[in-house]
């Protein structure tokens, strides 16, 4: 219960005058709602950020990669060229050899023919040696082709990896753009809840001030029990009242305004009013009388009701605020 917690740390504070951090007011709530979701925000954004970076970094990785391809092929392109270049001079030899004399010439090989047949045989060894060159330099240009075509693919590949690269770049500066919008508004808001707190602290302190002056005078008034009584305990009081920043439960929700026995929670300032206590202080269904609130029975328990603080039950938020927090006499009721 969130004003619970708040009244016992208020309470705490003014006792020990020790300076304490303050709870946030059930008013604050939708500020810590906007606070939790502004820091779930940024570190989906962070996430977002990684994975981009991740991306961009696969994506040189890539370029990278395609750069080495690129520079091996045009190194077997070179290759290549020279090799074809060289073929296509000595078959150029060759060919002009055909007309004129010398060693090492076609003409030469044929016009030393002995007979015809010689010659015949020689015509057709120059053929096929001619065709031979003619077939390696088809070759070489066939895979000068292929390397030319495969460069050509890898650098296209390239381009698509660099304009995704880019594509990446751009999406992580929106994405640290908009994660340092988001982190000035969240450091705003906390800077806005934090005064809020400090204010609701010292409205609470003025409220308990007040409520402390008001309770002398209303527990004077109150008839105190006499005859059959137990113990006698000092207590720190609190209060609520049925409602969803106290219970957690709206109105028509199952177990609204049940106690933890199973009752429903009453304020009866002429009978007995609900109470909520530490079960392993106080009994559940112990009867009681609180001075300044009046007789009650220990229905109820609470998350920060522990050790000698009990919570009284009122019917509003206003007797609530006017109770605040404050030590009592409690007599268990034999």
Do not use: C
Not at 40 to 60: C, F, H, P, R, Y
Not at 305 to 317: P, T
Request: charged share 25%; aromatic share 6%; hydrophobic share 30%.
């Amino acid at each position: 219960m969130n004003k619970k917690v708040l009244s016992v740390v208020v309470a705490l504070g003014l006792f020990f005058s020790v300076n304490s951090t303050a709870i946030a007011s059930p008013s604050n709530g939708q500020g810590n709602d906007k606070t939790r979701e502004l820091e779930s925000t940024i570190l989906d954004m962070n996430n977002s950020i990684q994975g981009v970076n991740e991306k961009i970094q696969a994506n040189e990785s890539e370029i990278q990669k395609s750069k080495a391809q690129i520079e091996d092929l045009e190194k077997q392109i070179g290759k290549s060229k020279e090799e074809m270049k060289s073929k296509q001079e000595l078959f150029g030899k060759r060919a002009r050899a055909i007309y004129i004399s010398g060693v090492d010439s076609y003409a030469s090989i044929i016009l030393e023919s002995k007979g015809l047949s010689d010659l015949v045989e020689r015509i057709e060894s120059v053929s096929k040696v001619m065709n031979f060159d003619k077939k390696i330099i088809k070759g070489l240009k066939e895979e000068q082709e292929k390397l030319e075509s495969k460069k050509v693919a890898i650098n296209e590949k390239n381009k698509k990896v660099m304009a995704l690269k880019s594509e990446n770049e751009k999406k992580l500066s929106s994405l640290k753009n908009e994660k340092s919008k988001q982190e000035v508004a969240l450091s705003n808001l906390k800077q806005e809840l934090e005064k809020k707190t400090k204010e609701a602290a010292a409205s609470r302190a003025s409220k308990q001030s007040s409520s402390l002056s008001r309770g002398s005078s209303v527990s004077s008034s109150l008839k105190k029990p006499s005859g059959n009584i137990g113990r006698t305990l000092s207590m720190r009081a609190t209060a609520y009242t049925s409602s969803y920043a106290d219970t957690g439960k709206h109105p028509g929700s199952a177990g609204f305004g049940k106690t933890a026995s199973g009752n429903m929670a009453i304020r009866d300032p002429n009978g007995y009013s609900s109470i909520a206590v530490d079960p392993s202080v106080i009994p559940l269904g112990t009867r009681v009388y609180v001075e300044g609130y009046g007789y009650a029975i220990a229905h109820d328990t609470g998350g920060a009701i522990k050790g000698n603080i009990i919570d009284l039950y009122f019917n509003s938020d206003s007797e609530v605020n006017n109770w605040g927090s404050r030590y009592v006499t409690v007599h268990i009721l034999n």
